[in-house]
Each structure stands twice: as C-alpha cells, then as structure tokens.
C-alpha cells in the first residue's frame, strides 16, 4: 500500500462517496422545503375567503341532500371544494406532500366532505360512465383512514365517521364566517 496511486484512487473513492451522500442529503432537504412551501400554499388557499364560502355552500347542499335527496339541489352543481379535494389526494399520492401534514390538517374535510359526498359522487361516475372521477379524492380518504388508524392504535372501522359525526362536521362548515 505504499503505492502512490493506490492511495489517490482510495481518496478519490472516498470524495466520490462523501460527494454523493452531501448530494443525497441536500435533495431530500430540498424536497422537504418544497413540500412545506406547498403545504402552507394549500392552507392560505383553504382558509381563504372564497374557499370558506365554497366549503360553506357546499356544505349546504350536502346537508339538504343528506336529509332529502329528493328535493335537495344537485350537491354537485359547484364541484370547487372537490376538486381542491382531489388535487389535495393527487399531491400526497404522488409525494409532493407528506401524508402526516395533510392527516394533520386535511383529514377532518376530506372525510366529512367524501363521507356526505359519496353517493352523489357515484350517481355521478355512474351517469358520466367514469369510475376515476373523484378517485384521488377517494384514495386520500382512504390513505387518512388507515394513518388515523395507526397512529391511535384502532381499526379503521373504530376511526370511521358515523353519519351523525358527518352531519355536525357539515354544520360546522355551514356555520364558517
């Protein structure tokens, strides 16, 4: 080992190694910048104004249809809420937002809002013969489920909402300011 070049191949391995590690380390901090930046993005938008009157409206009609279909305006006639939803269910499935920041957020809207909008949601897969509409939006409630579920130590069927629970999470919306 008293070759010149053996030692300089060694060291050259060696930077190779540490320059890849520091690399590593700097995108995963990147994309966790990212991912925050986004979140608070996500937030300011979902406490905003106009989002709070859509959520509010939305709210009720998803009450009126919960307690009469028949006579209840289409729930779906402004989809807004569902598609900041769905959105929301697409950026955490594809990573750019970690699931424990939207459970820690999110997770209250998107069960009460997927638990009251589900029929309607599949009257209209059903009537526009498209299974995917909505489908990021049914992964989350899924995905928030399951990390509601571990991280309290209950089934999923211990954390699911009972009507009841989505008829108050409704009122709640109806009444935002």
Do not use: C
Not at 12 to 28: F, N, P
Not at 49 to 74: C, E, I, Q, T
Request: hydrophobic residues 45%.
């Amino acid at each position: 080992m008293s070759d010149p070049n053996v030692w300089l191949a060694l060291g050259t391995w060696i930077l190779a190694i540490v320059t890849i590690v520091a690399v590593g380390r700097q995108v995963a901090a990147s994309k966790n910048a990212a991912q925050q930046t986004l979140f608070v993005q996500l937030t300011r938008e979902y406490q905003g104004s106009s989002m709070r009157l859509l959520r509010k409206n939305f709210a009720g009609w998803l009450h009126a249809y919960l307690l009469d279909v028949a006579r209840a305006p289409d729930p779906l006639a402004d989809e807004t809420v569902l598609e900041f939803l769905e959105n929301l269910g697409y950026l955490t499935r594809k990573d750019y937002l970690h699931i424990d920041f939207v459970w820690n957020y999110f997770s209250d809207t998107v069960i009460g809002f997927w638990n009251a909008a589900r029929n309607p949601i599949a009257q209209r897969r059903a009537d526009h013969s498209d299974p995917q509409l909505f489908s990021e939006l049914e992964w989350l409630y899924g995905e928030l489920l399951k990390f509601d579920a571990e991280r309290s130590r209950k089934t999923i069927a211990e954390v699911t909402w009972s009507p009841a629970k989505t008829k108050i999470f409704l009122v709640g919306e109806m009444n935002l300011l």
